[in-house]
């Protein structure tokens, strides 16, 4: 498993079953030259929301709000149960994204200058979420190529959870997408 | 006192939210995020690209506006709020051994009825320079 010394921070099923190589089958992903507007796409992976997952992630935030972390104390509340902090939505997207057209998240060279959130309601233990994807807009502003796409997460009863619009800023072609995977082998 | 709509006042500044991080905290947040990219995790391979925060591996954005968004959950949960968006840009990457201070001010109040009024939550992060690194408006649900 890639970056052994992460092995400490694993404590769920999904954790520990996860492909740390962030560039496996990297070729197949797409630049911002091949991204077409408005493409839809549904993740092939979904997310089962368990208690070790909300745990796992307000630990790895630092937050130990008891409404994230205690389950006693979560019962009490007008919630009824654990409720995620409200990024916990970044856990699903990149567990949940797999390879090839749709998976900007994970282009080689990408990074992400900002984004839009919108949560209607907070994930909670037994959501089964899909997570559906579209692009939605691409510009250049400065020499940096801009992708905005747009991530819908729905839950088992077709309920939209959140919405969100991740901006990314990606390699223009694949020969300079290339260099940055050539530089991780 | 506990929070309510009514009570809140523009202008309040929300307690501070106070995190240090360091190659320990992004190898957590990696996993706990799923979020493998080498730019947070390889130092050896960043050094080869220009990208932002120089030679140096950087911390995840998504952990900077989870600190963000952390001083309004400690304001709105224990009332029984709830956020409900997050708009963040991130202006400056974080760099192993930063000290990062998120803060938050109320800016909007938003009349929608019980239940569904909310506040709008101006916030920034910055480091122990007193440099922002992080931008945004946090929306919460107060009832």
């Known amino acids: 498993m890639k970056y052994e010394r992460l092995d400490k921070y694993v404590t769920t099923e999904k954790q520990k079953k996860f492909d740390r190589d962030f560039f496996k089958n990297a070729e197949q992903y797409e630049v911002w030259d091949e991204v077409k507007i408005g493409e839809e796409y549904e993740a092939a992976q979904k997310f089962e929301v368990k208690a070790e997952d909300i745990k796992a ?121 290339e260099k940055f995977i050539a530089a991780g082998k | 006192m506990a929070l309510d709509f009514n009570s809140v006042e523009l202008g309040t500044k929300l307690p501070d939210v106070v995190r240090k991080v360091n190659h320990d905290v992004i190898d957590r947040f990696a996993v706990g995020s799923f979020d493998y990219n080498p730019i947070h995790l390889d130092p050896e391979w960043k050094k080869k690209m220009n990208l932002p925060g120089g030679k140096s591996n950087i911390g995840h954005g998504q952990m900077t506006m989870s600190f963000m968004a952390s001083v309004v959950t400690d304001w709105v949960c224990p009332a029984g709020g709830m956020v409900s968006k997050i ?43 007193g440099e922002k690194v992080a931008v945004g408006e946090v929306e919460a649900i107060i009832p």
Request: charged content about 20%; hydrophobic content about 35%; some cysteine.
């Open chain 2, 87 to 129: 708009d963040a840009k991130y202006i400056k990457p974080v760099l192993p051994g930063d000290v990062i201070t998120s803060c938050g001010t109320v800016t909007e109040k938003h009349f929608h009825g019980a239940g569904k009024n909310f506040v709008v939550v101006e916030v920034f992060a910055q480091n122990q320079n």
């Open chain 1, 57 to 177: 992630f307000s630990q790895a935030v630092m937050d130990p709000n008891p409404l994230f972390n205690d389950e006693e104390y979560a019962k009490k509340t007008k919630w009824g149960g654990l409720i995620a902090h409200p990024v916990f939505y970044t856990a699903i997207g990149f567990y949940c994204t797999g390879v090839g057209p749709s998976n900007w998240i994970r282009t080689p060279g990408a990074y992400n200058p900002g984004q839009l959130n919108i949560i209607y309601d907070p994930f909670r233990v037994g959501d089964i979420i899909t997570l559906k994807l579209k692009s939605t807009d691409k510009w250049i502003k400065r020499g940096k190529y801009y992708l905005q796409y747009q991530q819908d997460f729905i839950d088992q009863f077709g309920k939209l959870k959140t919405r969100r619009w991740p901006t990314l800023i990606v390699p223009h072609t694949r020969a300079e997408m």
